[in-house]
């Protein structure tokens, strides 16, 4: 199954935080599934880190790469085909970062791991 975390996700898994749920940490940990990390999830991890809303545990342009390495998690582009999503997506989602990983969840036909049911507006698949 391929696998797309929401920002909070990978953050919660990296980190051995307890608000990730059983299901979503076992789909993670498992080795049939493919896992991915929207672009939009990095832009929005380094805009809290500059404006100190999120501290991490090694400079920004080494712990994202590392990260991602470790666990196996692929970064995930944002295409035109994506965006364009967004242009008919009723705004269930005022956040752009969580509308853009909505859009590609749907366009990649992906699971979308994450804690927030407002996704289910959207009709994309939602594992929590």
């Known amino acids: 199954m391929n696998l797309l975390l929401d920002t909070h996700t990978f953050l919660w898994f990296i980190a051995g935080d307890s608000s990730l749920s059983k299901a979503a940490r076992s ?23 500059s404006i100190d809303k999120l501290e991490l545990s090694e400079p920004f342009e ?9 666990n196996g998690i692929e970064l995930l582009d944002i295409s035109v085909e994506h ?15 969580d509308r853009l990983i909505a859009a590609q969840a749907n366009v990649e036909k992906m699971t979308l791991l994450s804690v927030d ?5 959207y009709g994309i698949n939602r594992l929590w």
């Open 27 to 49: 789909a993670i940990e498992d080795l049939n599934n493919n896992l991915y990390l929207s672009v939009a999830s990095v832009w929005e991890i380094a805009i809290k880190v």
């Open 117 to 121: 049911g407002v996704f289910d507006s």
């Open 62 to 70: 080494t712990f994202i790469p590392e990260q991602l390495a470790e």
């Open 83 to 97: 965006a364009a999503q967004i242009v008919s997506m009723p705004f269930h989602h005022r956040d752009p970062f």
